[in-house]
């Protein structure tokens, strides 16, 4: 067990480097993007990294990293007085808070979601806030490094799985999993498995009815936050007033 997690840590280090050939560009100016963070939504990150570039192959998205916007409530981060508003969990450090500043540079979606009570924004929020400290699942790094060799595209159907390689230890998470945890937590849904049947109704026998069946917190991956019904997606520059006419544009000249 020492040997695996010595190996999964050396690969963590390897493959949490970022790609210097693919540099991330931001599409959010950074003031328009916290102005436009409330408490429980998802930040998506692109990320540009070897595992970055894993997961999006794995999940055939452009997102390879979720985080969850807890608000300034656990106080500044570093000595510039940032305040630490996301939790995630890092290949490295394990499940921790960062600023917003740390993907200030990024291409990053935020994903809210609709109709939940300050109370359980905050439940939710919490729930996250108590594992910092956790590990990552470095099994799961393992897993992933082996598809990062060039071989024949994998089924649609086996991409999803081949994430949820995991230990299975509670105290150990990826970043996605630790986020679906919390919204399960509170009894919001994510990207549930739908049944469709027949229903019991003697009254119509043509009627069908949609079971919804929650799916393991390890199946979930960024991507599924950005895909689901259930969350709303913030453009912060839309958000904050949008002018096209103030856009300056190259003038184009003629050939």
């Keep these: 067990m020492n040997i695996l997690h010595g190996t999964g ?3 963590a280090r390897h493959l949490s480097e970022p790609r210097a050939e693919n540099a991330e ?9 916290s ?12 990320g540009n990294s070897r595992f970055s570039t894993a997961i999006k192959y794995l999940t055939q998205s452009s997102w ?3 985080t969850l916007y807890v608000g300034d409530t656990l106080g500044p981060a570093n000595e510039e007085g940032e305040a630490q508003v996301l939790i995630e969990a890092d290949i ?11 993907y200030s540079g990024s291409h990053t979606r935020i994903c809210r979601p609709v109709g939940l009570s300050e109370n359980q924004i905050k439940s939710l929020c919490d729930y996250a806030i108590t594992r910092i400290g956790q590990r990552y699942d470095l099994k799961n790094i ?6 990062l060799i ?25 970043c996605s999993s630790l986020i679906a945890q919390a919204f399960q937590s509170v009894g919001y849904p994510i990207l549930p498995e739908i049944n469709i049947e027949k229903s019991t109704d003697p009254d119509c026998k043509k009627c069908y009815q949609e079971t919804l069946h929650i799916r393991h917190h390890s199946l979930f991956t960024p991507r599924d936050f950005d895909v689901s019904p259930y969350f709303q997606i913030i453009k912060p520059t839309i958000e904050k007033g949008f002018d096209p006419s103030s856009l300056k544009w190259e003038k184009m000249t003629e050939l």
């Design 35 to 46: 102005a436009s963070l409330k408490a429980g939504d998802v930040l998506l990150i692109a």
């Design 142 to 147: 393992i897993d992933l490094a082996r598809y």
């Design 9 to 11: 840590q050396r690969l």
């Design 92 to 102: 490295n450090e394990g499940i921790r808070a960062v600023p917003l500043s740390d």
């Design 64 to 66: 390879s990293h979720a």
């Design 150 to 174: 060039p071989i024949p595209l994998l089924p649609t159907r086996w991409r999803r799985r081949l994430l949820a390689l995991g230990s299975g230890d509670p105290t150990r998470a990826i």
């Design 25 to 33: 560009v931001s599409t959010s100016p950074p003031a328009k993007l």
